[in-house]
Protein backbone atom coordinates (compact mmCIF):
# COMPACT_ATOMS: atom_id res chain seq x y z
CA UNK A 1 0.00 0.00 0.00
CA UNK A 2 1.31 2.97 -1.39
CA UNK A 3 0.49 6.32 1.46
CA UNK A 4 0.43 9.32 -0.44
CA UNK A 5 2.41 12.53 0.44
CA UNK A 6 1.11 15.11 2.34
CA UNK A 7 2.76 18.40 1.31
CA UNK A 8 3.35 21.43 3.63
CA UNK A 9 1.75 24.89 2.83
CA UNK A 10 5.04 26.39 1.61
CA UNK A 11 5.10 23.13 -0.76
CA UNK A 12 2.02 23.49 -2.39
CA UNK A 13 2.82 27.20 -3.85
CA UNK A 14 5.85 25.21 -5.60
CA UNK A 15 4.37 22.39 -6.79
CA UNK A 16 1.51 25.06 -8.84
CA UNK A 17 4.90 27.09 -9.91
CA UNK A 18 5.59 23.20 -11.67
CA UNK A 19 2.38 22.81 -12.60
CA UNK A 20 2.03 26.42 -14.52
CA UNK A 21 5.41 26.08 -16.01
CA UNK A 22 4.80 22.71 -17.92
CA UNK A 23 1.31 23.96 -18.89
CA UNK A 24 2.87 27.21 -20.15
CA UNK A 25 5.52 25.52 -21.92
CA UNK A 26 3.01 22.45 -23.56
CA UNK A 27 3.55 23.37 -26.78
CA UNK A 28 7.43 22.23 -26.96
CA UNK A 29 6.28 19.10 -26.13
CA UNK A 30 4.89 16.67 -28.71
CA UNK A 31 3.09 14.49 -26.34
CA UNK A 32 0.76 17.14 -25.00
CA UNK A 33 -0.11 18.61 -28.52
CA UNK A 34 -3.52 17.85 -28.08
CA UNK A 35 -3.87 20.20 -25.46
CA UNK A 36 -6.51 23.38 -26.58
CA UNK A 37 -8.48 20.98 -28.94
CA UNK A 38 -10.96 18.91 -25.80
CA UNK A 39 -9.24 20.62 -22.45
CA UNK A 40 -7.53 23.62 -22.28
CA UNK A 41 -4.78 24.83 -20.04
CA UNK A 42 -7.02 26.19 -17.28
CA UNK A 43 -9.08 22.91 -17.38
CA UNK A 44 -6.19 20.50 -17.00
CA UNK A 45 -4.50 22.84 -13.93
CA UNK A 46 -8.39 22.65 -12.15
CA UNK A 47 -7.50 18.65 -12.84
CA UNK A 48 -4.67 18.63 -11.62
CA UNK A 49 -4.88 20.53 -8.77
CA UNK A 50 -7.92 18.83 -7.55
CA UNK A 51 -5.15 15.27 -7.94
CA UNK A 52 -2.49 16.85 -6.45
CA UNK A 53 -2.41 14.09 -3.91
CA UNK A 54 -2.66 11.33 -6.51
CA UNK A 55 0.75 13.51 -8.48
CA UNK A 56 2.72 14.25 -5.75
CA UNK A 57 2.64 10.24 -4.62
CA UNK A 58 4.85 9.53 -7.64
CA UNK A 59 7.54 11.40 -6.10
CA UNK A 60 6.80 10.21 -2.60
CA UNK A 61 10.75 8.90 -1.94
CA UNK A 62 12.26 12.56 -3.14
CA UNK A 63 9.81 14.51 -1.15
CA UNK A 64 9.94 12.92 2.38
CA UNK A 65 13.65 12.98 1.33
CA UNK A 66 14.14 16.90 0.97
CA UNK A 67 11.25 17.22 4.23
CA UNK A 68 13.42 15.57 6.16
CA UNK A 69 16.96 17.32 5.39
CA UNK A 70 14.96 20.53 5.54
CA UNK A 71 14.03 20.28 9.24
CA UNK A 72 17.23 19.05 9.89
CA UNK A 73 19.01 22.11 8.40
CA UNK A 74 16.76 24.66 9.77
CA UNK A 75 16.88 23.39 13.52
CA UNK A 76 20.51 24.46 14.13
CA UNK A 77 19.41 27.75 12.11
CA UNK A 78 16.76 28.14 14.31
CA UNK A 79 18.69 27.96 17.09
CA UNK A 80 21.26 30.82 16.29
CA UNK A 81 18.41 32.75 15.61
CA UNK A 82 16.64 32.20 19.16
CA UNK A 83 20.01 33.09 20.67
CA UNK A 84 20.62 35.96 18.54
CA UNK A 85 17.18 37.76 19.51
CA UNK A 86 17.81 37.03 23.34
CA UNK A 87 21.38 39.13 22.68
CA UNK A 88 19.50 41.51 21.05
CA UNK A 89 16.80 41.69 23.70
CA UNK A 90 19.81 42.19 26.38
CA UNK A 91 21.47 45.01 24.55
CA UNK A 92 17.78 46.85 24.25
CA UNK A 93 17.33 46.79 27.74
CA UNK A 94 20.89 47.47 28.72
CA UNK A 95 20.24 51.37 30.05
CA UNK A 96 22.20 53.92 27.44
CA UNK A 97 22.63 56.65 30.27
CA UNK A 98 24.56 59.38 28.11
CA UNK A 99 23.11 58.77 24.66
CA UNK A 100 19.60 59.22 26.54
CA UNK A 101 20.61 62.39 28.21
CA UNK A 102 21.75 63.73 24.87
CA UNK A 103 18.78 62.71 22.77
CA UNK A 104 16.47 64.77 26.05
CA UNK A 105 18.70 67.97 25.76
CA UNK A 106 18.42 68.25 22.47
CA UNK A 107 14.85 68.10 22.06
CA UNK A 108 13.74 69.90 25.10
CA UNK A 109 16.56 72.65 24.81
CA UNK A 110 15.03 74.34 21.71
CA UNK A 111 10.95 74.44 22.86
CA UNK A 112 11.97 75.04 26.56
CA UNK A 113 14.12 78.26 24.97
CA UNK A 114 12.06 79.07 22.39
CA UNK A 115 8.75 79.46 25.29
CA UNK A 116 11.16 81.38 27.80
CA UNK A 117 12.53 83.81 24.54
CA UNK A 118 8.84 84.49 23.23
CA UNK A 119 7.74 85.32 26.95
CA UNK A 120 10.74 87.37 27.98
CA UNK A 121 10.04 88.87 24.61
CA UNK A 122 6.59 89.88 24.84
CA UNK A 123 6.49 90.92 28.58
CA UNK A 124 9.59 93.36 27.66
CA UNK A 125 8.11 95.05 24.63
CA UNK A 126 4.72 95.20 26.42
CA UNK A 127 6.22 97.06 29.16
CA UNK A 128 8.70 99.31 27.15
CA UNK A 129 5.16 100.57 25.46
CA UNK A 130 4.44 102.06 28.77
CA UNK A 131 5.11 105.86 29.01
CA UNK A 132 6.89 105.43 30.90
CA UNK A 133 8.51 102.54 30.65
CA UNK A 134 9.94 100.60 33.56
CA UNK A 135 13.60 100.35 34.14
CA UNK A 136 13.80 96.10 33.87
CA UNK A 137 12.22 96.46 30.48
CA UNK A 138 14.94 96.43 28.82
CA UNK A 139 16.36 94.01 31.43
CA UNK A 140 13.80 91.14 29.84
CA UNK A 141 13.94 91.74 26.41
CA UNK A 142 17.54 91.18 26.92
CA UNK A 143 16.82 88.15 28.74
CA UNK A 144 14.74 87.15 25.72
CA UNK A 145 17.12 87.50 23.31
CA UNK A 146 19.21 85.26 24.92
CA UNK A 147 16.86 82.33 24.53
CA UNK A 148 16.04 83.39 21.45
CA UNK A 149 19.75 82.46 20.33
CA UNK A 150 19.80 79.50 22.72
CA UNK A 151 16.68 78.14 20.53
CA UNK A 152 18.68 79.07 17.53
CA UNK A 153 21.65 77.13 18.72
CA UNK A 154 19.53 73.96 19.98
CA UNK A 155 18.16 73.74 16.84
CA UNK A 156 21.50 73.66 14.71
CA UNK A 157 23.13 71.09 17.31
CA UNK A 158 19.54 68.96 16.42
CA UNK A 159 20.17 69.14 12.79
CA UNK A 160 24.05 68.51 13.21
CA UNK A 161 23.05 65.72 15.04
CA UNK A 162 20.52 64.12 12.54
CA UNK A 163 23.13 64.06 9.74
CA UNK A 164 26.03 62.94 11.74
CA UNK A 165 23.58 59.80 12.44
CA UNK A 166 22.52 59.34 9.04
CA UNK A 167 26.01 59.28 7.68
CA UNK A 168 27.10 56.72 10.23
CA UNK A 169 24.08 54.58 9.26
CA UNK A 170 24.53 54.80 5.86
CA UNK A 171 28.05 53.71 6.01
CA UNK A 172 26.89 50.80 7.97
CA UNK A 173 24.14 49.45 5.52
CA UNK A 174 24.33 47.39 2.90
CA UNK A 175 22.42 48.21 0.02
CA UNK A 176 19.87 46.41 -1.47
CA UNK A 177 21.17 44.34 -4.24
CA UNK A 178 24.40 43.53 -2.37
CA UNK A 179 22.97 42.45 0.61
CA UNK A 180 23.63 38.62 1.48
CA UNK A 181 20.28 36.43 0.27
CA UNK A 182 18.86 33.85 2.00
CA UNK A 183 19.84 30.62 -0.07
CA UNK A 184 18.78 27.23 0.72
CA UNK A 185 22.37 24.82 1.91
CA UNK A 186 23.91 23.00 -0.94
CA UNK A 187 22.55 19.44 0.25
CA UNK A 188 18.65 20.53 0.75
CA UNK A 189 18.82 22.78 -2.74
CA UNK A 190 19.41 18.90 -4.43
CA UNK A 191 16.98 17.14 -2.64
CA UNK A 192 14.58 19.92 -3.93
CA UNK A 193 15.67 19.86 -7.43
CA UNK A 194 15.20 16.35 -7.47
CA UNK A 195 11.90 16.50 -5.88
CA UNK A 196 10.90 19.05 -8.52
CA UNK A 197 12.45 16.88 -11.34
CA UNK A 198 10.26 13.78 -10.32
CA UNK A 199 6.96 15.24 -9.27
CA UNK A 200 7.43 16.86 -12.72
CA UNK A 201 8.34 13.97 -14.79
CA UNK A 202 6.68 11.00 -13.02
CA UNK A 203 3.89 12.94 -11.56
CA UNK A 204 2.57 16.07 -13.70
CA UNK A 205 3.36 14.76 -17.19
CA UNK A 206 1.92 11.86 -16.78
CA UNK A 207 -1.00 12.95 -15.77
CA UNK A 208 -1.65 15.50 -18.13
CA UNK A 209 -1.04 12.89 -20.98
CA UNK A 210 -3.98 10.83 -19.29
CA UNK A 211 -6.31 13.27 -19.10
CA UNK A 212 -5.50 14.11 -22.83
CA UNK A 213 -6.07 10.65 -23.57
CA UNK A 214 -9.32 9.69 -21.88
CA UNK A 215 -12.17 11.07 -23.81
CA UNK A 216 -14.61 11.00 -20.72
CA UNK A 217 -12.13 12.70 -18.82
CA UNK A 218 -14.42 15.71 -17.33
CA UNK A 219 -12.52 18.54 -15.98
CA UNK A 220 -15.12 19.51 -13.14
CA UNK A 221 -14.74 16.19 -11.39
CA UNK A 222 -12.51 16.44 -8.60
CA UNK A 223 -11.22 13.13 -8.92
CA UNK A 224 -8.70 11.90 -11.29
CA UNK A 225 -8.93 10.98 -14.75
CA UNK A 226 -9.66 7.31 -15.17
CA UNK A 227 -6.81 5.97 -17.10
CA UNK A 228 -3.86 7.30 -14.56
CA UNK A 229 -0.62 5.34 -16.74
CA UNK A 230 2.72 5.78 -15.02
CA UNK A 231 0.77 6.80 -11.68
CA UNK A 232 1.25 4.37 -8.53
CA UNK A 233 -1.85 3.27 -7.13
CA UNK A 234 -2.67 4.73 -3.94
CA UNK A 235 -4.91 2.71 -1.63
CA UNK A 236 -5.75 -1.23 -1.79
CA UNK A 237 -7.98 -2.99 -4.64
CA UNK A 238 -11.02 -5.10 -3.50
CA UNK A 239 -10.29 -8.73 -3.75
CA UNK A 240 -11.66 -10.39 -7.13
CA UNK A 241 -14.31 -12.79 -5.63
CA UNK A 242 -16.36 -14.37 -8.38
CA UNK A 243 -18.94 -17.51 -8.11
CA UNK A 244 -18.56 -20.70 -8.92
CA UNK A 245 -18.89 -22.10 -12.48
CA UNK A 246 -22.66 -22.44 -12.49
CA UNK A 247 -22.65 -24.23 -15.52
CA UNK A 248 -21.01 -27.28 -14.43
CA UNK A 249 -23.26 -27.44 -11.41
CA UNK A 250 -26.64 -26.68 -12.30
CA UNK A 251 -28.79 -29.40 -11.67
CA UNK A 252 -27.23 -31.24 -8.73
CA UNK A 253 -28.33 -31.46 -5.28
CA UNK A 254 -25.86 -33.52 -3.11
CA UNK A 255 -27.64 -36.94 -2.54
CA UNK A 256 -27.82 -38.88 0.81
CA UNK A 257 -28.23 -42.38 0.94
CA UNK A 258 -29.21 -43.91 4.06
CA UNK A 259 -27.32 -46.14 6.10
CA UNK A 260 -28.41 -50.05 5.06
CA UNK A 261 -29.76 -51.55 8.67
CA UNK A 262 -30.84 -55.08 8.78
CA UNK A 263 -32.04 -56.73 11.79
CA UNK A 264 -30.53 -59.59 13.30
CA UNK A 265 -30.82 -63.19 12.27
CA UNK A 266 -32.77 -65.03 15.43
CA UNK A 267 -33.43 -68.53 14.06
CA UNK A 268 -34.65 -71.03 17.16
CA UNK A 269 -32.52 -73.30 18.94
CA UNK A 270 -31.29 -75.48 16.67
CA UNK A 271 -29.93 -72.63 14.54
CA UNK A 272 -27.18 -71.17 16.96
CA UNK A 273 -24.59 -69.04 15.84
CA UNK A 274 -21.08 -70.48 14.78
Known amino acids: MNSAPH ?6 ADFERILDDVLSNA ?8 IGRRLNTAQLRTMALNSTVLITSAAAPEYQHYAKIREDARAPALAVSVQEAVLDAEEDSTPRSGAGFTAVVTVLLPLLGGTAAAIFLLVGYLLEALDPPPAFAGSMIAVGWFFAAVTGLGILAAAIGLVVTALRNSSTQLPAEEAPSKELPDEVARARDAWR ?5 RGILPFLRSALADPSA ?3 SPGPPRTTRGLPKIGYSRPDFSSPDEGSTAGRRPTFSSPDFTSPDFGGPEHQPE
Open 218 to 220: DPT
Open 7 to 12: LQSEDR
Open 27 to 34: QERPDLAE
Open 197 to 201: HAVRE
